[in-house]
């Protein structure tokens, strides 16, 4: 059991067969969730690909999805008490894998001043942490993310990405069953719920918790454990016979 402020976010996360929950536990807060595979970090979260195969908002049943060449499920979504929510009168949703995350580079862009407690740095901290090197040497790795708990979506004139509050309250939780070995970090975002600011300390934050459970043996007797994509990755590129 792990409890993440704004300023700390752990990285391990779950084996495979585990069941992963982040939750909610004193206040709306949202967060930005990054996952790997334990044995090789070039296996990771792939957002785009995940909104592609479900939706721009995710929820029970969807599964999170790794880059290629691997291209499986990395956890599938077991249970999700925001479930209800579906879309609002703004258009909105939660749990969206559109956003980006928030980081230090377009804040400084936009702002010209620097902050180093945006959810990439977070990220980016935490993976250092875990692999007791600095946040410059897997920076790289950070990746585009899982916004856990946020409320967003396009506005209807002009189609734009929006937030707004998150309607997450203590004891509103997600929860993962892990299909592979997991590595993961998930950032309680400087933005609090969505509600005002990011990339400074003006939003109220609120610490979020991740417990690992292992489940009944028994429900995961007959479970069918997925594989790496089996293309073979010559992409149309002639064979080195074929070359001499």
Not at 46 to 53: H, N, P, Y
Not at 60 to 80: E, F, K, Q
Not at 153 to 167: C, E, I, L, R, V
Not at 217 to 225: G, L, N, T
Request: charged share 20%; net charge negative.
């Amino acid at each position: 059991m792990r409890s993440l402020c704004r300023h700390a976010t752990p990285a391990p996360f779950a084996s495979k067969e585990d069941s992963s929950s982040a939750s909610s536990v004193v206040g709306a807060q949202v967060g930005d969730l990054n996952l790997w595979n334990s044995h090789d970090l070039a296996e990771r979260f792939f957002s785009g690909k995940t909104r592609a195969l479900h939706a721009t908002h995710i929820s029970t049943g969807d599964r999170l999805w790794s880059t290629m060449p691997y291209l499986r499920p990395m956890a599938t979504i077991s249970h999700d008490t925001l479930g209800w929510y579906g879309w609002d009168e703004d258009g909105a949703g939660v749990h969206d894998v559109i956003g980006t995350r928030c980081d230090p580079y377009t804040n400084r862009m936009l702002s010209g001043s620097d902050y180093d407690h945006c959810c990439h740095s977070n990220l980016a901290r935490a993976l250092a942490t875990e692999l007791r090197v600095t946040p410059r040497e897997v920076e790289h790795q950070i990746h585009d993310v899982l916004n856990v708990f946020m409320c967003t979506g396009f506005t209807k004139d002009t189609h734009q990405y929006f937030m707004k509050a998150s309607p997450v309250r203590p004891g509103d939780f997600i929860e993962f069953f892990a299909e592979i070995d997991l590595l993961g970090a998930l950032s309680a975002c400087p933005g609090g719920d969505c509600s005002t600011t990011h990339s400074n300390d003006v939003a109220a934050c609120h610490p979020l918790k991740i417990e690992v459970f292992e489940p009944d043996p028994v429900s995961i007797a007959h479970w069918r454990w997925p594989s790496a994509s089996a293309y073979h990755r010559r992409h149309g590129a002639p064979s080195k016979e074929t070359r001499t």
